[in-house]
């Protein structure tokens, strides 16, 4: 069983809908992180979380520590938005991130 | 503009054949990183150094070797010991390892096939 589990997986959406990916881990943790890679491979840093919640633009990120989950959300989607989100998790025992496998997200005029 | 450049963009190497990928930052970052993306996997990080002169093995050092000469260059040799070496590789930085909310840059990868 992976540390980070992503769901789900593939997730294709029209333009306007709600999106809503889920990151689940099974360590404890000092910081999540969601980035977001897009097609040509390049990755961005969207959020860093340690608690509560934190919005930028349409692009809201929430966890729950005592819940070991964490979810990023998309409102009013668009095509510019398709790409694969990451999950990554900082150990409090370590330094190193830990990689969920990703979400494709593409999102149709 | 301030950011990370990875070259080449794609790579390709032939049976026994060492090769280097390169990754510059211009960030003034201290801490850098070198990760292999295999499809349907999460990152796995090869090696990572905190200043320069200085680097450490991550989980997938076999087969690779790095350098830190300089703060801001950081190059990732895929030796003809790595007997799967085909995978994008990215680069990333950050101000500080280890701090607790540090962002992560990344660089636009690179593609390495074998021939």
């Known amino acids: 069983k992976n540390e980070v589990e992503q769901s789900p997986q593939n997730l294709t959406a029209q333009e306007g809908e709600f999106i809503t990916i889920n990151c689940s881990y099974s360590v404890g943790i000092s910081a999540l992180h969601w980035l977001q890679q897009h097609p040509g491979g390049g990755i961005v840093s969207l959020f860093m979380?340690?608690?509560g919640k934190k919005k930028h633009g349409r692009l809201i990120a929430t966890i729950n520590i005592q819940e070991k989950h964490s979810s990023l959300h998309i409102t009013a989607s668009h095509p510019r938005d398709s790409a694969v989100y990451i999950c990554?998790?900082?150990?409090?025992?370590?330094?190193?991130?830990?990689f969920g496998e990703g979400t494709q997200l593409t999102v149709n005029p | 503009d301030g950011g990370i450049t990875q070259s080449p963009k794609y790579l390709f190497r032939k049976e026994g054949q060492n090769v280097t990928l390169s990754c510059e930052q211009n960030?003034?970052?201290?801490?850098m990183y070198w990760y292999r993306q295999d499809p349907g996997q999460g990152l796995r990080l090869i090696y990572y150094?905190?200043?320069?002169?200085?680097?450490q093995k991550g989980d997938i050092a076999e087969g690779y070797s790095v350098s830190r000469e300089k703060k801001e260059s950081f190059p990732l040799t895929v030796t003809s010991a790595q007997k799967n070496p085909t995978a994008f590789y990215l680069c990333?930085?950050?101000?500080?390892?280890?701090?607790?909310?540090?962002?992560?840059?990344f660089g636009s990868g690179t593609q390495l096939s074998v021939l």
């Open positions: 150094s905190q200043i320069v002169n200085d680097f």
């Open positions: 960030l003034n970052h201290d801490a």
């Open positions: 990554a998790v900082r150990e409090t025992s370590g330094s190193r991130l830990t």
């Open positions: 979380l340690s608690s």
């Open positions: 990333a930085s950050s101000n500080r390892a280890g701090r607790l909310l540090e962002k992560l840059f």
